[in-house]
């Protein structure tokens, strides 16, 4: 049986991007596996609130973001009576597994992280330590589950694959297969979709203009909004995919359509090719809104009653922990501690 592990920072409301790259494939992947992957899968979804605090966070606001984020995954699809969902402060082998492996990760290779570069800015001395070691968290948070696929966006491509070698060196070193190599499951049209005002940048929660990213709680007058100022070009769409090469606001908006129907941008070219942006930007919102309304609407319901979602996160919690403590034995018995 796999087993499929992904999670979210509850960091700012979750956007086009992380539903378009994350998010929907976590349906998927719990529905469909057996198709998808050729064998049934359990599946875990975590609410990353440790990685969150790499960055400052407002603790009333970290803790109301966490619940919201539980809320987004739920209204979006994951099925708490089929899938796992649970908030990684809740389970201290996660930390516990992070500093073990910590010791040995090179420097050099965190270095080489482009997320903590672009992080850090020019002044990468003055950057905290966790924002530094953020990626070693989220190998632990893979291999405490012995996780086999992780269905994520394009940009975490690179910590997936830190992820593997940090498996690879802990086997190699203790002689052991305990630890698994996860997949990187990165699938669909839209694994990395741009931002709305610059189709060069990922959209993404902390870019500080509102207008460059959906957000999954906008409203449709907003959704039609942004896309009608969205980034494009004077040409119309072309009939054909090479036609997008170097038109970076056309391609965005193209795979944007091609993610939320669920086709190929081919598909979406071969239906609108040589229409105006005038043309396609008004079906573009509708069809983005009439994906996000019914999640918007059952996120704000189920965030009515906090009681639900808390029931849902103790009982993922409690799962979670079973889960991740038998790892953190092995490989503290692996490496020698006491007992
Ligand atoms: P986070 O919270 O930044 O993003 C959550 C998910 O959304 C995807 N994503 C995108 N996909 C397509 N286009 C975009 N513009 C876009 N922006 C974000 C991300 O790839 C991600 O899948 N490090 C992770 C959180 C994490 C994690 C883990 C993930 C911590 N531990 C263990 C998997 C497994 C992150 O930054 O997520």
């Not at 991007?17 to 198709?35: E, H, R, S, T």
């Not at 491509?157 to 190699?172: D, G, P, V, W, Y």
């Not at 896309?227 to 995919?241: G, H, M, S």
Request: glycine residues 8%.
């Amino acid at each position: 049986m796999k087993r499929i592990l992904s999670c979210m920072q509850p960091t700012n409301n979750l956007h086009l991007g992380n539903y378009l790259g994350a998010l929907k494939n976590w349906v998927l992947l719990q529905d469909q596996a057996a198709d998808v992957l050729g064998e049934e899968a359990e599946c875990l979804y975590g609410v990353v609130d440790l990685h969150a605090i790499t960055v400052p966070q407002e603790p009333a606001e970290l803790l109301k973001a966490t619940r919201e984020i539980a809320a987004a995954y739920i209204a979006g699809g994951v099925d708490p009576d089929k899938s796992t969902i649970f908030v990684q402060s809740a389970i201290p082998a996660h930390s516990e597994l992070m500093w073990l492996l910590a010791t040995m990760t090179q420097m050099g290779k965190l270095e080489r992280m482009t997320q903590f570069k672009d992080k850090a800015g020019k002044n990468a001395e003055r950057a905290g330590l966790g924002l530094f070691a953020y990626p070693v968290l989220m190998a632990a948070d893979i291999l405490v589950y012995k996780a086999t696929h992780v269905p994520v966006g394009d940009d975490q491509k690179q910590h997936l694959e830190l992820s593997r070698e940090i498996a690879s060196t802990f086997n190699t070193r203790f002689d052991t297969e305990t630890l698994v190599q996860p997949e990187p499951y990165i699938m669909g049209a839209a694994t990395r979709v741009m931002s709305l005002q610059d189709g060069s940048k990922k959209m993404s929660k902390s870019d500080p203009s509102e207008k460059s990213r959906i957000n999954m709680t906008d409203d449709a007058d907003t959704i039609v909004k942004k896309i009608k100022k969205a980034q494009t070009d004077p040409e119309p769409l072309p009939e054909r995919v090479e036609g997008l090469e170097g038109r970076v606001g056309a391609d965005n908006l193209v795979n944007i359509y091609a993610g939320l129907a669920g086709i190929s941008k081919e598909d979406v070219l071969s239906e609108y090719g040589g229409q105006g942006w005038g043309q396609f930007k008004p079906k573009l919102a509708e069809l983005a809104v009439t994906t996000l309304a019914p999640i918007t609407e059952r996120m704000a319901q189920l965030l009515e009653d906090q009681s639900e979602i808390d029931a849902v996160l103790a009982k993922g919690n409690a799962k979670a922990n079973a889960l991740a403590e038998v790892t953190l034995q092995e490989v503290r018995d692996i490496m020698g501690f006491w007992k």
